[in-house]
């Protein structure tokens, strides 16, 4: 991984940018050492779904869920040890209070063009959830159960996929967020001078 410089001030939209300049320039390594993590997140979402969908008791998608959401936290946590630079982003994140605005404007802008890509990821999955439902209706009006094996393994393939590449993207995230907490600790370290 390169050198770089975290500890400077930067505007929000210049974190972000900086964030999405890093993962890119470093996806390959991002990859290779969060696979086995975005795997098992994406592996319990959709199994989450799937069982949900099929009617399980509800303890079991929503352990599921909590073991996903788990599997989450310790990706963004190895993504952070990626960089080496786990002592600033340690300073940061306790100064998060201190600029709670620049952090709630980050938020807001990182959630935004996450939601937006997730939905166009989710039009596939919409569709099959759709199907489901459609499936449901027609069953409750005296029709036979029209969905087959195969679309219970497409089901569960699109969750997989759409989990998979959420994820990969919210490594960006991670990465966007380093440079704000790079940003507090400047911030603060030029107000204590």
Known sequence: MEEMELITIRSIRRCIAEGYRYWRTHLKTTFQNTITRLLAAS??????????????????????????MVAVYIL???TFAITGELDTIRKGKKLRKRHLGSYFSFCLLVRTASWTSFTLLCVPLLILIR??????????????????TT????????????AFLMLLVRTWQTYAAMFLYGTMVAKDTMRKA
């Not at 969908?53 to 869920?65: A, M, N, V």
């Not at 679309?151 to 759409?162: A, D, N, P, Q, R």
């Open 131 to 148: 199907a489901f439902a459609a499936n449901q209706d027609n069953i409750e009006m005296g029709d036979g159960d029209a969905l087959s």
């Open 76 to 78: 963004s946590q190895k």
């Open 151 to 162: 679309y219970w393994l497409l089901v569960g393939s699109t969750t997989f996929v759409t």
């Open 43 to 68: 592996a319990l979402f959709s199994t989450s779904l799937t069982t949900f969908l099929k009617g399980s008791e509800w303890y079991i998608p929503t352990l599921l869920l909590v073991l996903a």
